[in-house]
């Protein structure tokens, strides 16, 4: 391994040592055990390509689909875990981004 293998190597744990890093990874895990979300992720999916096929069709009752669709859509949204995941992930990705800034302003210098 080389020294740019391990620095790299060396940041990634640090930045797995986060605590923000720890919670998003739990609260993902819950999410992926969470079975109620699980099945309605997967009706949202089947609502999705529903939608699809109906408007293809020009089928009318395609509101309805659509009605049905945003009823499960926010519900899904507003569970406080996925909240949570989302709000989680985006500190995640604000700081990846710092990171990346920070790493790309030093080689600019």
């Known amino acids: 391994m080389n020294k740019i293998d391990t620095l790299a190597q ?3 744990q640090e930045i797995l040592n986060l605590d923000l890093v720890k919670e998003y990874q739990k ?4 999410l992926a055990c969470h079975q109620e979300l ?3 992720e997967k009706q ?11 408007k293809a069709k020009q089928d009318d009752s395609v509101y309805q689909t659509i009605e049905e669709y945003q009823e499960l859509r926010s519900s899904f949204e507003n569970h406080p875990l996925v909240v949570n995941s989302l709000y989680l992930k985006e500190e ?3 700081l990846l981004q710092t990171i990346n800034t920070s790493i790309n302003g030093q080689l600019m210098k």
């Open 10 to 12: 060396a940041l990634n």
């Open 27 to 30: 609260i993902e895990k819950e």
């Open 38 to 40: 699980q099945e309605l």
């Open 44 to 54: 949202i999916k089947v609502l999705q390509k529903k939608i699809v096929n109906q």
């Open 92 to 94: 995640l990705n604000e």
